[in-house]
């Protein structure tokens, strides 16, 4: 199959996500509740970013045989992380047949230089980023979807706001530059000339955009879709919380009647408590995930 | 007016679709606003979630009702909830509306989509198209009241039945607007072939 069809067939995939929410899931018996409570995808990982941050120590890729247990569980599709330029652990995850990678800032970096050649895969990537210039770099290298940032196991949606407001702002300014402006542009933020060039002649990235790292509410799903994410990951939002499925079903809701305040008001009423969160003048900058990769 | 199921899925790319056919469209969230279109589109994206979306309102015996009088197309997901029976699937609620049974997942998981040479023959007109199969449904036996109009290799890709579509594939993702303009640019050409029928 030619480079650009296997592309296509991707892209394909990160299409059907959208509207939806991809829920982070440590087991089976969460994968079950997150399929329950209407998300489109899981995202298995041994521990959930807020546990990771708690816990310390190196964040890997997930044991191959939790990951087989999960695909076995549910029927939508089984995404999984490998950490930032750890090419190998994504061909593991590719030999299982997950159905996306995440190269993610969550997980310890393993290369501090380079991200995964992604290009060379047949299984779809998404990567993170916070500004244009990230963003167009990784779908340089074959990413199939993106998404921002955001500050992982914050419980905290401030990070998310400012990342996707940074990636929306840089795309407008494309969009109105000439064609003389481009090739500084494209400088600037060391982002590929031709990807710059498409960007600002759709006015959008040229793959799917999905918002990520401290959504914990129905509120905070409805501001990022409205700010112009496609899709929502919530991390440890659901599983930090004291009801994870009425919580899951909530933002699945909030996700589909985004624009409509008073519906949310009717999805929004009567969850227990989110969960707690933190401040981020108490995560030190160096103790920042969003920092990983670049 | 034209409506797309905008509850989840890649309804963007059929409201693209549509708008370059130069037809009005609507995004449908809601029961009541079916009485405001005149044929609807179940996008793909994930039945569970679009089933599970689709109860939460109360959206199946509307859409049922709907299709007695008014055209459906079904893509992969909306494929799946138009059908009647799913073999490997017990959970959902199907709309019955094409006498089909469907396979979920069919091909496997990502690692199996592909782009895939479907073979159209409709009204005596024969043509190939190349779209692509994500993560697709098979449909694996039909009843007496559908039309088979493509396949792809051996495996029904299209189906019809009356004024009713079921695609397995995705023809928005490849900007093809066939199926689109075929039934909701001729609905009543279509209308009138049905009955003739």
Same mark, same amino acid.
């Given at each position: 199959m030619p480079k650009n069809e296997n592309f296509e067939v991707k892209v394909g995939l990160a299409e059907m996500l959208k509207g939806g929410v991809i829920m982070d899931v440590m087991n089976a018996e969460q994968a079950k509740q997150a399929e329950q409570a209407g998300a489109v995808a899981v995202m298995a990982l041994e521990r959930i970013p807020a546990l990771i941050r708690k816990e310390g120590g190196i964040a890997r890729a997930s044991d191959p045989q939790m990951i087989k247990d999960i695909q076995n569980s549910v029927t939508i599709p089984v995404m999984a992380k490998a950490r930032i330029g750890h090419f190998a652990e994504a061909q593991i995850l590719e030999a299982l047949e997950v159905d996306f990678i995440d190269e993610s800032e969550?997980?310890?970096?393993?290369?501090?230089?380079n991200h995964i050649w992604k290009n060379d895969f047949k299984v779809p990537f998404v990567c993170g980023c916070r500004n244009l210039g990230e963003a167009l770099r990784r779908i340089g290298e074959g990413a199939a979807m993106i998404r921002t940032k955001g500050e992982p196991g914050s419980g905290n949606i401030v990070e998310a706001v400012r990342h996707m407001r940074q990636v929306q702002n840089e795309i407008k300014g494309l969009t109105v530059m000439d064609q003389d402006q481009l090739m500084a542009a494209a400088k600037n933020m060391g982002a590929p000339f031709s990807l710059v060039q498409q960007v600002a002649k759709l006015g959008k990235l040229p793959v799917p955009n999905f918002a990520a790292g401290g959504i914990a509410t129905p509120a905070d799903a409805s501001l990022m879709m409205q700010l112009g994410a496609e899709t929502v990951f919530v991390g440890s939002g659901i599983f930090m919380s004291d009801d994870p499925v009425p919580r899951g079903k909530a933002i699945v809701d909030a996700v589909t009647y985004y624009q409509d305040a008073k519906k949310l008001v009717e999805i929004s009423?009567?969850?227990?408590?989110?969960m707690k969160g933190v401040d981020m003048s108490e995560i030190p900058e160096a103790e920042r995930m969003q920092e990983r990769g670049w | 007016m034209i409506g797309i199921l905008a509850l989840q899925g890649n309804y963007q790319a059929h409201i693209k679709i549509l708008i370059g056919l130069k037809i009005p469209v609507k995004e449908i969230?809601?029961?009541?606003?079916?009485? @405001?279109?005149?044929g609807l589109i179940i996008p793909g994206g994930e039945s569970t979630t679009i089933n599970d979306l689709m109860k939460r309102v109360g959206f199946h015996d509307e859409i049922k009702d709907f299709s007695l009088k008014k055209p459906i197309l079904g893509t992969c997901a909306g494929l799946i909830m138009m059908s009647s029976l799913i073999r490997n699937d017990n959970q959902l609620s199907t709309l019955g509306i094409l006498d089909i049974e469907v396979c979920r997942n069919a091909y496997g998981?990502?690692? @199996?989509s592909f782009i895939g040479n479907v073979n159209i023959n409709i009204n005596e007109q024969a043509f190939k198209i190349k779209a692509p199969f994500i993560r697709a449904p098979k449909i694996i036996s039909v009843g007496k009241s559908i039309d088979v109009i493509a396949k792809c290799n051996s495996d029904i890709v299209v189906v019809r039945s009356g004024i009713h579509f079921g695609l397995t594939f995705h023809p928005e993702l490849s900007d093809i607007a066939f199926f689109h303009n075929y039934i909701f640019t001729k609905k009543n050409e279509l209308m009138k072939e049905n009955n003739a029928a």
């Open positions: 969550v997980l310890t970096p393993a290369d501090e230089h009423t009567g969850l227990k408590s989110a | 969230r809601y029961p009541d606003q079916l009485i @405001d279109i005149d998981r990502q690692a @199996d």
